[in-house]
């Protein structure tokens, strides 16, 4: 467990090797940008799984903390994702939304997992 933690630190360094303020400034905008993009889809998501707009917006801003604080990569975006909706709108429908609640979690957890065992 201890060198996945020195290999984190070690990928963070060298993803921030030479950052300054002119990286700095490219992230916020293109951040800026992705939000724009990203929150009237998050009202859209929250809605169409049959919860209200204010669920899809939190878990958006949620899962962006999440995956901002697990770091990623340079091409990586997270955000709400319209593949989704194909299989969580009939999954509300059908067991309600604690079993969707239910079904995201271990669904995280097995993302988790396989990055743990470097299955990806």
Known sequence: MFHLVTDYAADLKREFNGYGPTALRKDFLSGITVAAVALPLALAFGVGSGADAAAGLITAIISA????????????ISGPTGAMTAILVPLAARYGLDTLFAASLLAGLMLILAGLFRLG
């Open 65 to 76: 903390f999440i995956i901002s604080a697990l770091s990623g990569a340079s091409f990586q």
